[in-house]
């Protein structure tokens, strides 16, 4: 016997690399019961989506599940990282407000504490026949289940399962939900999101965590070794390696901040001083992403290059004015950081 469920909204929807918040936004679409009749807040024009731009042809169910996806990537500190490497970290550690670092492994806690639902998380320290028998009892209760497979950052949804083979049916990472024989054996994590708080995260509580992940240590070490090496790294190849990492993720996660400022937070605000700081933030960091454009451009990638480095980047990194142009506007971006910091910091004053 086989039981699904039925219209879950298959990840990612645009800039989304992040798989874990991906197939959490994909749950939490279902769970909240969003169809294409629920209204779209637009934060570029300040009121529900009248289908007036460019994007008019998108459908709602799409701009909510990356509405979604921006708002957890956001207030968790995710969207303020600048390192590729910390997006492979695993996401079953308890949440500990002295421990949550620019690396922190828990955004699992965090994430559905915004969401607004308790989870129960297990590994393989419980047998297979057991946690299959929960994933079946969740399925019967129209309750995807989030399952973490192997290392790195590799999640997935589980949408039904086939009672005969006693294999769960798994959605990946851009692909249709499919039965899956190694679920057991490449578990990592499986995660039952189960009924809902009494009360969720507070705007002040979200706002506390942005401040901190604007503000770490790590950021300003980061800062320093960028401005070092592009002064002294000879290897052009390296460094651009190096370089196009870290601004790949950070103009990335940047949009999804300046999205989330302006879609999400701000109409969860009365005071008018408030939201203005919010929007003068989404300013700024879209201003970020511009400016990240032109750091890819000095190192030769563009879509066209798939945005990875061209051939002759030692020729381009060999330049001293392309070097000097590189510290510059990483220089801004960081200053763009703390100006957004500032700004978070003058909201959380108000409320």
């Known amino acids: 016997m086989t039981k699904s469920i039925e219209n879950l909204v298959s990840f990612p929807i645009n800039a989304q690399r992040n798989s874990f918040f991906g197939a959490l936004s994909s749950i939490l679409l279902y769970r909240n019961a969003y169809t294409e009749d629920t209204p779209f807040f637009c934060g570029k024009h300040q009121r ?9 042809n998108e459908s709602f169910i799409h701009k909510h599940h990356l509405q979604i996806y921006q ?5 968790t500190g995710c969207a303020y990282f600048w390192i590729d490497k910390e997006i492979g970290n695993s996401y079953d550690k308890q949440y500990i407000a002295n421990e949550f670092s620019e690396t922190a492994l828990d955004r699992l806690s965090l994430a559905l504490y915004a969401s607004g639902y308790h989870y129960e998380s297990m590994n393989k320290n419980t047998e297979e026949n ?3 028998d929960r994933i079946k009892q969740s399925i019967e209760e129209k309750q995807p289940v989030l399952i973490k497979l192997s290392l790195g950052d590799l999640w997935a949804v589980i949408a039904g399962y086939n009672d005969d083979k ?9 692909r249709s939900p499919q039965l899956n024989k190694d679920w057991y054996n490449k578990l990592s994590n499986i995660v ?26 790590s ?21 651009g390696k190096w370089l196009n990492q870290i601004n790949g993720l950070a103009i ?3 949009w999804h901040a300046s999205e989330c400022y302006r879609n999400t937070l701000v109409p969860m605000l009365d005071d008018n001083k408030c939201k203005k700081f919010l929007l003068e933030a989404s300013d700024l960091h879209l201003h970020f992403h511009d400016q990240a454009w032109k750091i890819w451009a000095l190192l030769g990638v563009s879509p066209q290059t798939h945005y990875c480095l061209p051939h002759n980047v030692n020729e381009l990194l060999d330049k001293s004015s392309a070097r000097a142009e590189l510290k510059s506007l990483f220089q801004e971006l960081f200053t763009i950081d703390r100006q957004v910091s500032h700004l978070l910091q003058e909201c959380l004053s108000l409320l």
């Open 252 to 254: 990335e996660t940047r």
């Open 219 to 239: 950021r300003n070490k980061l800062e320093q070794k960028i401005y070092q090496k592009l002064e002294m790294e000879p290897d052009g190849k390296k460094l």
């Open 166 to 174: 006693n294999l769960p049916y798994l959605m990946k990472f851009r």
């Open 130 to 132: 057991i946690l299959f």
């Open 71 to 75: 708002y957890l990537i956001t207030i």
């Open 48 to 56: 529900n989506c009248i289908r007036c731009d460019s994007c008019k």
């Open 192 to 217: 039952f999101i189960t009924d809902k708080y009494d009360s969720t995260i507070s705007l002040a509580e979200s706002l506390n965590h942005m401040i901190h992940h604007l503000n770490t240590g």
